[in-house]
């Protein structure tokens, strides 16, 4: 293996887009319409509207970020730009550790979604095995080269798109296809604007492996805000025809979206949402598994971690050992029950990363003489947001948070022990 070269910039705009769209959407959209319409009625997609534009301040400032960077770690660039290397440091490791233990929650949540097809997957022995299996498979596509892992992740998006598409279409010939524009109660829209926002968390992915894609500075930008407007409208079609076809209550709601296509398309209609769900998750996982060894990666360039996190392989041109660590430790986690407890601070590390780049950008303008207003108060609206969203959080997430940011430290401070190499460029 060799340390020193870099791995090659082969994703064009295509893949750099489809990073975006699998971290937005999740499981989120499959469960999603049912509680916004018991929470807000006929308002639900105007309501997940709200969510994206209150989002877009988040988005413009890792947009405008991006723009000035084209090599691999995203906020850790921004962070060690702005701030120093420690800094750049913690918004990197915090969230890198909880998506360790995230992507092992999801694939949990995928094989539940197939149980509901295949009773025996959910069976003591068969499930941790299943688990292990997809990440294994996210990991072996991952380690061959990036231009296999972006088609692969191509086809995993058709599959989870292609049903959600058919349900839309199905709520064109529904027997009230409308939105309802009437007002939900201040005190109702209140409590579920927080659920909006966790709806478009994931967006980040599209950053961290700018040092493979062939024109990051103009794909990346591009990529965030373009995705950010398709996932806001995807997100408020899947809604609308939900409510168009009729909103499933009761003790149906646990899948309500398949409930809803079998009413409009049959049991076929129902076994596709359902498949779709499954593999929503999964290309949400891989979408991970090719966006966070490159974090890894762009950390131990930068000196943040060990050496050993470099390794590139001369034939496959991956980041070799970034990706084994990554899938090797997500199975460990998905082997363990009690991983679940970590998973809960997913969001506050997501949040200090967040919180890092929101005040980077005034700072590297200021540096440079010429801090812009409107950048300026975006970055504002991403401080309140951000600190408004951190509230929510219990004592245990910030307990868990706390464990994390002081592992990562001591990691920090090992890789600092060893002989520095030629600083990496920003």
Known sequence: MDTQTAPPRTMGLFGTAL?????????????????????????APWMMLLGGVLFLPLVLVFAWLSARFDHSGGPILYGEAAFGRFVGFQAGWARYA???VTVAANTHVMVSYLATLFPALDGPLLRPLVVAGFIGFITVVNLFSLKSSVATLGALTAVKLLPLFALIGAGLFAGEPSMGLVLPQFSAAESIVLLTYYAFIGFEYVVLPAGEMKNPKRDVPLALVAMLAAVTLLYMLVIWAY?????????????????AARDAMGPVGAVAIVIAAAFS???NNFAGGISLPRMTYGMAERGMLPRWFMAVSPRLGTPVNSILFYGAASIAFGLWEGFMVLALAGTLTRL??????AFAL????????????????????????????????DAQSWAVFGALVVAGTLLYFLARQERPLAAAPL
Request: proline fraction near 7%; aromatic fraction near 6%; include cysteine.
């Open 19 to 43: 990073l975006p769209v699998n971290g937005m959407i999740g499981a989120g959209i499959f469960a999603l319409p049912a509680t916004l319409f018991l929470a807000v009625g006929d308002f």
């Open 98 to 100: 909880s998506a360790i």
């Open 243 to 259: 409510i168009a076809i009729g909103p499933v209550v009761g003790a149906d709601a646990d899948n309500p979206l398949a409930v």
């Open 281 to 283: 998750i999964g290309a």
């Open 352 to 357: 200090l990363t967040y919180l890092i780049a």
């Open 362 to 393: 005034p700072v590297l303008e200021h540096r440079e003489g010429r801090i812009r207003p409107v950048r300026a108060l975006v970055c504002a609206l991403t401080v309140v947001s951000t600190l408004w969203v951190a509230t929510h959080a």
